[in-house]
């Protein structure tokens, strides 16, 4: 039953836009979607490394603004007087891009910060979005700094024979998001069940140990920084194509809480974790907008969270699975769980 | 076997080890001892790769091995069953078995020797699918020493295996280091159990405070006045 479950989330989700057709509802799935992407993304490194990244947000942006400028062009002057001109391509390959450059940031990031872990780490990660965010304020030439990069076109595909399909409409951006977040899911997923992924888990449970077996600590975190950064930067491509405008609000720390609190909420450490987390905390300001003003819904949205890290400290999915894990014990003839509880 | 010469070893500007040399002979059971913080786990962690030496040099089967990281040590045939939290908690008997065949290639041999140690720990066999943090203290020194065995090791180097363990269980964890040596494993241990420590051993030496201070068989050992006055409790042996 449980191997079912992520294809029959997957499927219930696919038949949304088919019966519901307010557009409010529609975008707000859209961009819970994106956000859902950027908390799996952050869950690799937390959830299965445990480093806290907490300039996840970083990567999110650059994902953004590199696929925006790749499908916009650009004409910069660098130090020295050298001109980058840069014609505008489809957007395609500006999402690929994007995807490539927030990995590629990762493998610096990961490189020259994992040789510090806990508290440094956590400040050394701050310290990278805030220089990204400062960035893309004052690199005016480039980013149209705080006036924003506007005009973003949205995402073509172009198929053989058939011509171009754009992804304009909400139902089909939705789709779109949905099919990101299925590859994001099953990269994840085979990345942490693999050999790569038990190495991670050995190092996160018990490093110097992970080490006197011979695992190369550092490599492996930097390979899941590398996958985090990237599907992080999926993620913010799919956003600036969809809003069609970024501007350096993007790196906002926020962002990254609001990551956070989508992991930690659903639960870390687990692949559905960061997509109940996300469709919780996606949709309170959704729903309570349309019973109370703007004052009481970030309320509503802090005392859920401290509800749930109240009752459920481990998240929401492990809470289910040890709850379910409890009715099959219980279930049990009563010699075996005389055993069970002798072992424990 | 192993010959360490001269090793140095420095935490920040605290230096730790202050020249160590001692060697280990093909099937020799030798035991590292001294008082708390006097620099053996060090010693051993120096060995295996996860600190790296300040100055000195380690060899290992007649090649130099001072560079090479904890991964090619374990590859060459050194193991090593550290002290205080000595499984992964939240996984499986099994995943830790595992864990210790982690750079072996060969599903096959690995198989086997799961049933080997399953053999030598029925108690482990039985709770295979058990979460390793769930088990008794010396159950989980067990699963220690069997992730270690997993590894194929040609020298086994045990730092305080019997730490935080009952006096019953103690014993039965020497009887199964001292099986590993009888089965043709060298044994590198650290030990602050001095007494239990020179009655197995072949060959011993004391450090205290970065400096091996003697070294002997364990009976020369066990019969040197300064041991017995600082280590044995005085002359009650």
């Known amino acids: 039953m449980k191997r079912y479950l992520p294809w029959i989330a997957l499927i219930a989700a696919a038949s949304i836009p088919l019966w519901l057709h307010d557009p409010y509802i529609l975008n707000a799935f859209i961009t819970t979607g994106i956000f859902i992407i950027a908390a799996m993304s952050l869950n690799l490194l937390l959830g299965y490394t445990g480093q806290l990244n907490l300039g996840q947000v970083a990567f999110f942006g650059i994902g953004a603004y590199t696929s925006a400028l790749v499908s916009l062009g650009f004409d910069v002057e660098l130090i020295g007087g050298i001109r980058v001109v840069h014609e505008p391509w489809p957007v395609w390959t500006g999402l690929l891009i994007g995807i490539v450059v927030s990995a590629f940031c ?45 005009s973003i076109p949205p995402v073509t595909l172009g198929l053989p024979g058939l011509g171009y399909y754009d992804f304009f409409s909400k139902q089909s951006y939705f789709y779109l998001v949905l099919g990101v977040l299925a590859i994001s899911y099953i990269i994840i997923s085979r990345l942490v069940n693999s050999r790569t992924g038990r ?12 080490v006197s077996v011979g695992i190369d600590v550092t490599s492996y975190l930097v390979l899941a920084a590398v996958v985090s950064a990237g599907i992080a930067g999926a993620a913010g491509g799919l956003y600036a194509h969809y809003l069609k405008i970024i501007d350096p609000d993007v790196f906002l720390f926020l962002y990254t809480v609001t ?39 970030w309320i509503i949205y802090g005392v859920f969270m401290i509800v749930i890290v109240f009752v459920l400290p481990e998240g929401i999915v492990p809470a289910i699975e040890k709850w379910f894990a409890s009715k099959d014990k219980s279930r049990m003839p009563e010699s075996t769980q005389a055993q069970v509880q002798d072992a424990s | 076997m192993l010959e360490v010469r001269d090793l140095v070893c420095r935490y920040g500007k605290v230096e730790a080890l202050k020249g160590i040399s001692l060697s280990v002979k093909q099937g020799q059971f030798v035991a590292l001892i001294g008082a708390n913080g006097a620099g053996k786990s060090t010693t051993l962690r120096a060995i295996s790769g996860v600190l790296s030496s300040a100055a000195g040099q380690l060899s290992f089967e007649g090649q130099d091995i001072t560079r090479c990281s904890a991964r090619e040590i374990i590859g060459r045939g050194i193991a090593h069953c550290p002290e ?33 140690v399953f053999g030598m720990f029925p108690r482990l066999a039985e709770r295979r699918q058990q979460v390793a943090g769930t088990l008794s203290g010396g159950e989980q020194q ?18 305080e295996p019997s730490l935080g363990l009952a006096p019953n269980i103690v014993e039965q964890v020497f009887d199964i ?7 043709g494993t060298t044994v590198l241990m650290v030990e602050q159990n001095a007494y239990s420590a020179l009655e197995m051993c072949d060959y011993a030496y004391l450090i205290e405070a970065g400096v091996i201070v003697l070294s002997g068989t364990g009976e020369e050992l066990i019969d040197n006045k300064h041991i017995r006055d600082a280590y044995l409790g005085g002359s009650g042996h």
């Open chain 1, 106 to 150: 990762g493998y610096i990031v990961g490189k020259l910060s994992f040789r510090v872990r806990g508290a440094y780490f956590v400040i050394v990660t701050i310290s990278f979005a805030e220089v990204v965010r400062l960035v893309a304020l004052n690199w005016v030439e480039l980013t149209q700094g705080p006036l924003a990069l506007t």
């Open chain 1, 199 to 210: 190495a991670m888990v050995a190092l996160k449970e018990n490093e110097s140990l992970a």
């Open chain 1, 259 to 297: 990551m956070v609190i989508m992991v930690v909420t659903g639960g870390k450490g687990t692949l559905a974790g960061p997509v109940v987390g996300g469709l919780i905390f996606g949709f309170i300001p959704v729903f309570s907008r349309s019973f109370v003003g703007p004052e009481l819904q």
């Open chain 2, 84 to 116: 205080g939290r000595r499984v992964f908690p939240d996984m499986t008997v099994d995943e830790n078995l595992d864990m210790g065949a982690y750079l072996r290639p060969d599903r096959a041999g690995i198989e086997q020797d799961r049933e080997r």
């Open chain 2, 142 to 159: 067990m699963l220690a020493i069997s992730r270690s065995i997993m590894s194929r090791p040609k020298l086994m180097m045990f730092d």
């Open chain 2, 177 to 183: 280091i001292d099986n590993i040596r009888k089965s």
